[in-house]
């Protein structure tokens, strides 16, 4: 593999000397799209120059994805030595120390870490700048005391929690998800802000770590996903004692005394609600500030920088992936971005977004996973739909880790055309991965009964919904007699 070429250019503004580097590929944020996209630009042999001005690995790694896992983990422990009963085994309510789910949580980042550090991306030959990087004109970026001239330029520099214009709330101490995985201590009435997946994640988990908590959501939780199916989880939260008030809106808030009160309104009713503690989850702001995005001529607005089919900014040489480049805001999203940055860039492949192959998961308990269109989706699109659902409690496995709670519904196009699929139940993340490659596949139904599930397994549920086709199409009776009783006995 080539080295970078290093050059000693002319002081910069600064007066100090700085260090021209040239690239093949400049990538501005070391988090999942960015590491994505250094790793495999290095392992093709180009010069990649990676720049990050915080944590190696993003905001994944420290302040989301992972962590936040880490968090629901602890929390599942707790809750099933609460719920052995149902198993011949005593529950016990378990003695919880914030301190050392804060030593768990840490451990897990940091036994993942090394696959983001400098050191292996240095090992792959990636040169890594620890600086701001902004651009200073169209084809040039400065970080710290280097200058940075590359064929092509890749911003990955995700998004923040956003911190909405709540009155008082200046004077008020909150957390996000930059610091509530640095806390130590027993956060013993906590009101989230945002019941969206992030903020209903982090309430279960806490709840179930001993928390009492609230959630104000001025809309309803869960939105962008199926009424039918978050109904599931916002009937378990309600059971776990996680009380999510939904058309509420926050009106201001205010501290004193240890607590924190929070004015809302529901309608016309006014009533204050009161914790210790105050978490905002109210969504994410993309990282496009003090990037020089004018100078390079990259236009963005509040939702992100604006990007074409194939990820291209306005500017030709400069691509946007992940958080930054709004849509989606997910992991997955931002590594299927840098897989296509790299088929444009390095292969000149006419590689684009297809958002409706996109998978993503809720992480409470019961998991919510989605894939494709929504039923009120596909009727748009397609008109006459199906329509197959299969319940958990149908399941023999399920029955045996008593966990009987949801349902996969899957939407088909009359002729069989798979074009989407929501689960609410146990392992909904490993079970909706089934439909994601059939849809990606573009797969019809029949191939869905086409295999042998193990039994007992909750996939089964898959191909038991997948049968539901041929028992309500229009067939002949006696092919729907036959196909009904193998959706129950087969
Ligand atoms: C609590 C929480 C839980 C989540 N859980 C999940 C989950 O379970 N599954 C999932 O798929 N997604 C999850 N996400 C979303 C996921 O974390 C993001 O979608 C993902 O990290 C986006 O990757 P990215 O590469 O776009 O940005 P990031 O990972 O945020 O990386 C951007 C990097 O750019 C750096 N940077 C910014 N500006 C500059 C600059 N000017 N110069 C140099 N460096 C810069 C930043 O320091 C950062 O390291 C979660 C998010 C949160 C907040």
């Excluded at 009963?85 to 301190?99: L, M, Q």
């Excluded at 977004?353 to 397609?382: C, M, N, Q, Y």
């Amino acid at each position: 593999m080539q080295e970078n070429s290093p050059q000693k250019a002319a002081p910069g503004a600064s007066g100090a000397e700085s260090e021209t580097i040239t690239a093949d590929i400049c990538v501005i944020g070391a988090g999942s799209g960015g590491l994505s996209v250094a790793a495999a630009a290095a392992a093709f042999g180009r010069k990649v120059v990676l720049i990050e001005r915080h944590k190696m690995g993003g905001d994944c790694l420290n302040y989301g994805c992972v962590p936040s896992k880490a968090m629901i983990a602890a929390g599942k422990r707790a809750h099933a030595m609460r719920t052995a009963a149902a198993f011949g085994i005593a529950g016990v309510d378990p003695e919880i120390n914030p301190r050392a789910v804060h030593d768990h949580v840490h451990g897990v980042i940091a036994a993942i870490a090394p696959n983001d550090s400098v050191e292996r991306f240095t090992g792959l030959g990636v040169r890594v700048v620890r600086a701001a990087a902004r651009f200073v004109d169209k084809a040039t970026v400065v970080a710290g005391e280097h200058r940075i001239k590359a064929r092509r330029f890749v911003i990955a520099t995700g998004s923040t929690p956003l911190v909405p214009p709540i009155p008082g709330l200046d004077s008020v101490p909150y957390l996000t998800n930059e610091t509530v995985f640095d806390n130590q201590e027993r956060l013993h009435d906590l009101i989230i802000i945002g019941a969206g997946p992030i903020g209903l994640e982090l309430a279960q988990a806490h709840s179930r770590l001993g928390s009492r908590v609230t959630v104000v959501e001025a809309a309803k939780a869960l939105s962008k996903d199926d009424p039918e199916l978050t109904k599931v989880v916002l009937e378990q939260l309600a059971a776990e004692g996680v009380n999510v008030r939904e058309g509420t809106k926050v009106e201001r808030v205010e501290a004193g005394l240890g607590r924190v009160r929070v004015h809302v309104a529901i309608g016309d009713k006014k009533d204050v609600i009161e914790g210790t503690h105050l978490l905002l989850a109210v969504g994410r702001k993309p990282t496009t500030a003090d990037l020089g995005l004018e100078a390079a001529g990259i236009r963005y607005d509040n939702k992100g920088i604006k990007v074409s089919a194939g990820l291209k900014t306005s500017n030709r040489r400069v691509f946007a992936i992940g958080d930054v480049a709004g849509g989606l805001q997910f992991t997955h999203v931002a590594n299927y971005h840098a897989g296509i940055v790299i088929r444009r860039a390095l292969f000149r492949l006419p590689a684009k977004v297809d958002t409706r192959i996109i998978p993503w998961v809720t992480f409470t308990d019961p998991e919510l996973a989605h894939v494709g269109l929504s039923e009120a989706e596909a009727t748009k699109v397609a008109g006459k739909i199906s329509v197959l659902r299969w319940p958990y409690h149908e399941n023999d496995r399920a029955q045996a880790e008593h966990e009987t709670a949801g349902h996969i519904k899957v939407v088909t196009a009359k002729n069989g055309q798979i074009l989407g699929a929501t689960i609410v139940g146990a392992q909904a993340g490993e079970l909706i991965q089934m439909w994601a490659l059939a849809i990606s596949q573009k797969m019809k139904i029949k191939a869905m009964i086409g295999w042998i599930s193990p039994y007992p397994t909750l996939s089964e549920i898959n191909k038991r919904a997948a049968y539901r086709y041929y028992a309500t199409a229009p067939s002949s009776p006696m092919v729907r007699k036959v196909i009904g009783f193998l959706a129950k006995f087969g």
